[in-house]
Nanobody, 124 residues
Framework: QVRLVESGGGLVQAGGSLRLSCVAS????????MGWFRHAPGKEREFVAA????????HYADSVKGRFTISRDNAKSTVYLQLNSLKTEDTAVYYC?????????????????WGQGTQVTVSS
């Protein structure tokens, strides 16, 4: 059974930082590209960042470029998302997802497995 479990969300003031983690199990993690998406109230779920299987290549949404950093540790089957300089508009539920392709997909339909999400709330 494949499981992706996110953690690290919480309440933070604008300008602050958080580090999200996502631990994978039940899948050949090292062969999957990993992505982070977010879903804010009243909006559609959107792409945030992706990283290829070996961690050499990354891709970010323009809205988070320069502030968020995606990374992975294949020995721990874990992908991370470092959130810096947080803004109130970053408030959302953040999801990690696993993509079996070699591409850095921004389309959520490319991702086979999803976590349950972790809430990030940024106060002004």
């Amino acid at each position: 059974q494949v499981r992706l479990v996110e953690s690290g969300g919480g309440l933070v003031q604008a300008g602050g930082s958080l580090r999200l983690s996502c631990v994978a199990s039940g899948m050949p993690y090292s062969y999957y590209a990993m992505g982070w998406f977010r879903h804010a109230p009243g909006k559609e779920r959107e792409f945030v960042a992706a990283i290829n299987w070996i961690g050499q290549n990354t891709h970010y949404a323009d809205s988070v470029k320069g502030r968020f950093t995606i990374s992975r540790d294949n020995a721990k089957s874990t992908v991370y998302l470092q959130l810096n300089s947080l803004k109130t508009e970053d408030t959302a539920v953040y999801y990690c997802a696993a993509d079996p392709s070699t591409l850095l997909d921004v389309d959520e339909s490319a991702y086979d497995y999803w976590g349950q999400g972790t809430q990030v709330t940024v106060s002004s």
